[in-house]
């Protein structure tokens, strides 16, 4: 049966207001819907684009009420949201993308690792961690390894790197001895991910593979395409149609590899949502990730998702703003031609905090992340 499609000027909703809300509500503007945000930050990032903004917590029985009578479709920008929230407004008749299932599964470490497991994918070495008595054991197979919490890890945080038992025990009391995944560490030749979405009829599109550069846990660099090889790059996208399918999974997910030094590939984690890796698809290809939120929540076809140019994505964290809160020069960048800036809209800019991104769009990779490096210099 034909799925019938939402159509614009429909309303349609979002869970989280931060910068990946900001982005999907410029795309769903640019589009002709109209945009309502929940998200307890009055100042949220996509507050300022949104036609609405719900100044109430994610579970809020009126805000949840107030989305359900509103928008005909609700996506989220973030898997932390609660999922029991996201089961209530499907449960009212709103198409709810992706379901509340999906996300409660990449929510919690140890719930993503099993399916990966069971989906017939590769995951490196792990053990769960529930309390301390499950560290009583030889961890010589996961050793060295991260032992990281659960739930609410992310960009580095609860992440303990581990060599011993003794550095284990410590690291869980660090931890509040919350449930944790030990990981085994892998010897890794790169990190890439693979932005997919899928229709609710099965209709998908998978952007090139981002290579990306990490520092201290954080997305740096991302570089499309990726340098891999063709064959790395199809089993790539196989691996994540794959998992993205076996999880009936609606709407735009992230899924991070490493590729080992024997050109294994394996699956770090999954993130049920737009992705900073995925932010060169606002240049660089011909429908960007938000686009496709927008698309798959209403019934849509993807878009095209080719890369029309090499590109080269860096992050902008507040540490590169000043010591006196004064903003970082742009004038070099903007002056570049062939660079796009975006910055977030964020009030504070503080050590560690996403504050924006640029582009940088070149004949080739190379070239790209030359000058890309270059301009982070002037800033």
């Not at 030749?189 to 209709?203: G, P, T």
């Not at 954080?218 to 076996?246: F, G, H």
């Not at 590899?257 to 050109?263: H, N, Y």
Request: hydrophobic share 40%.
């Amino acid at each position: 049966m034909a799925i019938k499609p939402i159509l614009p000027p429909a309303m349609l909703g979002i869970l989280g207001g931060g910068q990946l809300g900001r982005m999907f509500a410029m795309a769903a503007k640019t589009m002709g819907y109209g945009v309502t945000v929940l998200d307890p930050d009055p100042s949220s990032p996509a507050a300022e684009i949104a036609d609405v903004h719900l100044c109430k917590p994610y579970t809020d029985p009126e805000a949840l009420a107030a989305l359900a009578q509103q928008c005909a479709a609700v996506t989220t920008e973030f898997e932390n949201v609660n999922a029991d929230s996201m089961r209530w407004l499907a449960s009212q008749g709103v198409k709810v993308s992706p379901s509340g299932d999906s996300v409660a599964i990449a929510q919690d470490r140890m719930k993503e690792k099993n399916f990966i497991r069971d989906a017939g994918l590769a995951t490196a070495p792990f053990l769960v961690i529930e309390n301390s008595g499950d560290l009583e054991q030889d961890l010589s197979p996961y050793l060295p390894g991260i032992l990281k919490t659960a739930r609410n890890g992310y960009d580095g945080k609860g992440q303990v790197r581990i060599k011993s038992l003794e550095e284990a025990r410590y690291a869980l009391s660090e931890l509040k001895h919350q449930p944790c995944v030990l990981e085994k560490m892998l010897p890794l030749k790169a990190e890439v991910s693979v932005i997919v979405a899928r229709s609710a009829a099965n209709e998908i599109a998978c952007f090139p593979p981002a290579e990306n550069i990490h520092t201290d846990g954080v997305l740096d660099i991302s570089i499309v395409p990726a340098r891999i090889s063709a064959e790395i790059t199809e089993r790539a996208r196989a691996m994540a149609i794959q998992l993205v399918e076996k999880l009936d999974y609606i709407g735009v997910i992230a899924v991070e590899f490493f590729v080992l030094e024997d050109d294994t590939l394996v699956i770090n984690e999954m993130a049920p949502r737009p992705h900073n890796s995925g932010h060169y698809t606002l240049d660089a290809t011909f429908s960007s990730q938000f686009e496709q939120q927008v698309r798959t929540m209403c019934g849509l076809y993807p878009g095209k998702p080719d890369l029309h140019t090499p590109v080269v994505m860096v992050n902008l964290l507040g540490d590169v703003w000043h010591d006196d809160g004064s903003d970082p020069h742009w004038e070099i960048m903007l002056t570049a031609p062939n660079t796009k800036l975006h910055l977030y809209g964020k009030k504070e800019a503080r050590a560690g905090r996403k504050m924006g991104h640029y582009n940088v769009l070149a004949s080739n990779v190379d070239s790209a992340l030359e000058q890309a490096l270059a301009l982070k210099e002037t800033l």
